[in-house]
């Protein structure tokens, strides 16, 4: 079993029932541990109470969620990786090559970029724009859900 990176969208479907859900849970059961950036975290953070704002969750299910997410990251279930200096250099570089049709968030790039320097050849992700981006950083974009 080897490690696999995920986006925060593929985070919260660990948690959390919704389109996809069963296929990324299926997929997570097959890898060593999960990886991701540390700004992760607040992204994680964002899309469980977007689901307080639009009515799928109450604030009891949000701190749920929260402290299992926290749960994975204590016992390294999941492991959040730090934004370094070569990361952001990374960035930098991809943004000053990519072609101008590129559509690519920071935040997306942070964690391809992550996923590139710590060594990943793939970043799991359902995420269009990120996918579409990811060979930029020599990466392979996989989304198990069909």
């Known amino acids: 079993m080897i490690p696999a990176y995920y986006d925060a969208n593929y985070l919260l479907k660990l948690h959390l029932p919704e389109v996809g859900t069963t296929e990324v849970r299926a997929h997570a059961a097959t890898v060593l541990e999960i990886h991701s950036a540390q700004h992760g975290r607040a992204e994680f953070a964002s899309a469980a109470f977007r689901k307080v704002r639009e009515g799928a969750a109450t604030h009891e299910d949000y701190q749920r969620l929260i402290a299992q997410f926290?749960?994975?990251?204590?016992?390294?279930?999941?492991?959040?990786?730090?934004?370094?200096?070569?990361?952001?250099?990374?960035?930098?570089?991809?943004?000053?090559?990519?072609?101008?049709?590129?559509?690519?968030?920071a935040a997306d790039?942070?964690?391809?970029?992550?996923?590139?320097?710590?060594?990943?050849?793939e970043i799991?992700?359902?995420?269009?724009?990120?996918?579409?981006a990811a060979p930029l950083f020599g990466l392979r974009g996989v989304n198990v859900i069909p």
């Open 70 to 105: 926290n749960a994975d990251i204590a016992t390294t279930t999941v492991v959040l990786l730090p934004l370094t200096d070569a990361i952001l250099d990374r960035v930098e570089a991809v943004f000053a090559s990519a072609p101008a049709t590129t559509f690519l968030r």
């Open 109 to 121: 790039a942070i964690h391809l970029a992550t996923a590139a320097e710590s060594g990943f050849t």
């Open 124 to 132: 799991h992700s359902n995420d269009k724009h990120l996918l579409a």
